[in-house]
């Protein structure tokens, strides 16, 4: 079995989410023929229901449902986390190192199950805060994330998971790749609810003044602290190649196209042609003050790196937003 065999079977974990519905999608349209799409939500809240997938509900926190979920896969790869934008993750911390169960019952399945290769989605939040207090960043490059100061919650869970990654594949002998994402958006995600992050809530609030027609909009902190947002095909790409690697040690996985958050707003408003008066909220969360991710390592591995334009991942992100909120304001008002 290997992740090129295209009967290799594929457990996808986290399939109801966004990367994992897209991921489901492009690993059946490449030709993979077994794959098995696992959430704990009911089916029709998934993103992205892909009929020719075995489709699941599960809790995977529980070990027992991690066995069914792994017996009989070749590969997988784990992108179920209980997760959200800064608005979430500064709120509900404990609900976020929970996930920790997740990875740790799919190892110890993939383990006793004779799993070849074990994917875990890490998140630029593993890296160190002192090193994120500037907006004007230095790349965060992978040796940043020691000595340990992650983003509370969320990002210890994702830091001890890479390590139980690191000690599953060491002791074990289990093979295990490990990306860290930087901020992936794209169509087919959370926009709404209090789960999204940046671009997608930047996208609703703009369209929700221009449907509207009260041209204002609501932003967290000075809008000066900056990040870099990775397009969905960027990220799918990626993740399959470091899959596919023999890349051991957890690699980052972003764009470094560093901007401002009001550089976010400004091309937001340059796709839907309105100009917008901006209110700052500066008591809202913001996280970090900046976070750039360096690619150098990803470069000399694989000759790739993230490459899309924000404007042009914006744009199509913009377009499906769009679409979903004129349907939903149908129902209840925009959230601006
Ligand atoms: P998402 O919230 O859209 O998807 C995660 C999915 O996991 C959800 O559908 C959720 O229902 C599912 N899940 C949660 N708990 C579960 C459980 N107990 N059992 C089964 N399924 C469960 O998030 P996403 O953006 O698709 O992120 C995928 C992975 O990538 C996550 O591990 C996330 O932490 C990581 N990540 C994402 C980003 C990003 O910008 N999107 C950045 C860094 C890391």
Known sequence: MSTTDRSTPILVAGAGGFIGGWLVRDLLKSGHTKVRAVDIKPKPEWYQLVPEAENLTLDLKDVEACRRAVRGAGIVYNLAADMG???FIETHKAECMLSVLINTHLLMAAREFGVDRFFYASSACVYNADKQRDADVTALGEADAYPAMPEDGYGWEKLFSERMCRHF????????????????????????????????????KVIAAKLSGKHEIEIWGDGEQTRSFMYIDDCLLGTRRIMESGIIEPINLGSSQLVTINQLVDIVEKIASVKLE?????????????RNSDNAMISRMLGWEPSIRLEDGLERTYRWIYDQASAAREKKPLTI
């Open 169 to 204: 594949r060491e002791d074990y002998g289990l093979t295990t790749r490990v990306a860290r994402y930087h901020n992936v958006y794209g169509p087919h995600g959370t926009w709404d609810g209090g789960r999204e992050k940046a671009p997608a809530a930047i996208c609703r």
């Open 278 to 290: 901006r209110r700052y909220n500066l008591d809202a969360p913001k996280g970090v003050r900046g």
């Open 85 to 87: 934008g800064m608005g």
